[in-house]
């Protein structure tokens, strides 16, 4: 027997106390009871984003989050800038179509992260461009992208431009990427390291996003963020809540105050480090190896190993389940998501599932020597 474990960055693993608060008669949630855990979420949401007014629940999945940013700010034939270097990237262009927006990509080598030099241009070259769009960590190709020197340089040449970043990978994994000053709009993700089941987005705007939004164009009626800001100050929200995934978030967010959000930053450095020398020293090509990102491991598997098979010898021999490749990386690369509520010993195991599971497909590897390396930075 071996255990199941979830190493895919998103859905993650959901710690036991996060798991009992939530197991408990339904709540309504127009009730007093369920108003007092909105006004703890809202808190804990302040305290871990470091961010002075409330944030916003929607009950969707972060894409949902994405379109509300753009649908409450743009309107048909507003341009918006948007760094596309992998999958979530390029997701804004895909909305900004669908919004009819003309949506103008800096395009950004797969692996690599934008570079404020790219930033500063495409600003200066659509100085009226409505928004800046950018993931914090692009989960596709796990680059961290250098958002707090992005927006400050956005910033200084164009002040009123909406800044978005997608946080849903990077949250509670790094420092946030700025203040209200640099960034307008946050967006998080519960199933990520919010270590919570999908259906929750959280997002908090800045205020001059906020003066967008009252002004902004009234385009859907559940994404209306104006809406849900005027629910919030009567203790709801305006649709039916994600309730209970809000219950597990103030769960959560008790572990994060316990941990600590250093320490937690720290621990996500940790498994990224233990990850990549482990991966390495079985022979793969680590991913973005100049902006690794702290919330998943990307690689490429040995020449003559299948990505594919290699995950599922993974999965069907160990119970370790891993993510393949997305969009062009499809088929090619296998990502070790550890995000949330992983240890050092969910990496070493992965290391070691991986190396065994190698050297019966034939790859001249010594799974023992890899996971030597890797206990290395836990040694450290
Ligand atoms: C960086 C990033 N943005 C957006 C999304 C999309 O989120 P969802 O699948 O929750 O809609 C994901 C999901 O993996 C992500 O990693």
New binding site residues.
């Given amino acids: 027997m071996y255990k199941e474990r979830l190493l895919t ?2 859905p993650t693993p959901i710690p036991q106390r996060v798991l009992q608060a939530m197991d408990l008669p339904m709540l309504h949630h127009r009730s007093d009871v369920f108003k007092k855990e909105l006004i703890k979420a809202c808190e804990g949401t302040r305290w871990l984003l470091g961010w002075d007014s409330d944030p916003i629940f929607l009950a969707c ?4 989050a ?1 379109e509300a940013s753009l649908l409450n700010t743009c309107a048909p034939g507003d341009t918006i800038i948007t760094v596309n270097g992998g999958v ?1 990237g390029a ?1 804004w262009g895909k909305i900004a179509e669908r919004l009819q927006l003309q949506a103008k990509e800096i395009e950004v080598s797969w692996g690599s992260p934008v570079t404020v030099e790219q930033a500063q241009q495409a600003v200066l070259a659509n100085p009226h461009a409505k928004a800046f769009c950018i ?1 914090h ?3 596709s190709t796990t680059v961290l992208h250098p958002v707090a020197e992005v927006l400050c340089a956005v910033k200084a040449a164009a002040p009123k431009m909406l800044t978005i970043v ?1 946080g ?2 990077s949250c509670a994994t790094t420092p946030f990427p700025g203040n209200p000053s640099t960034v307008d709009m946050y967006i998080a ?1 519960s ?1 990520k390291a919010l270590m919570l089941p ?1 259906g929750l987005s959280i997002m908090v705007l800045s205020q001059l996003a906020w003066d967008s939004v009252e002004a902004g164009p009234k385009r859907s009626l559940y994404f209306d963020l104006a809406g849900e800001r005027k629910s919030l100050k009567g203790g709801e929200t305006s649709w039916t809540p994600a309730s209970t995934i809000i219950v597990g978030l103030n769960a959560a967010i008790d572990m994060f105050k316990a941990e600590g959000l250093e320490p937690i930053y720290r621990r996500h450095e940790l498994l990224s480090r233990m990850a990549r020398r482990g991966v390495r020293a079985l022979g793969c090509e680590v991913l973005a190896p100049d902006a690794p990102c702290p919330s998943v491991t990307g690689f490429v598997p040995p020449p003559s190993i299948d990505a594919d098979a290699l995950r599922s010898a993974v999965r069907s021999r160990f119970g370790i389940r891993l993510a393949g490749g997305q969009g062009k990386f499809k088929g090619k690369v296998i990502r070790i998501g550890h995000m949330g509520y992983v240890d050092p010993f969910d990496v070493t195991a992965t290391i070691s599932a991986l190396g065994l599971s190698l050297k019966s497909m034939g790859a001249p590897v010594q799974a023992g020597d890899a996971l030597a390396e890797c206990l290395k930075e836990l040694d450290a």
Avoid: A, K, N
């Fill in positions: 960055p998103g999945s972060g894409t949902g994405m979530f997701r993931q960590s692009e989960t997608d849903i990978s993700g199933q999908p």
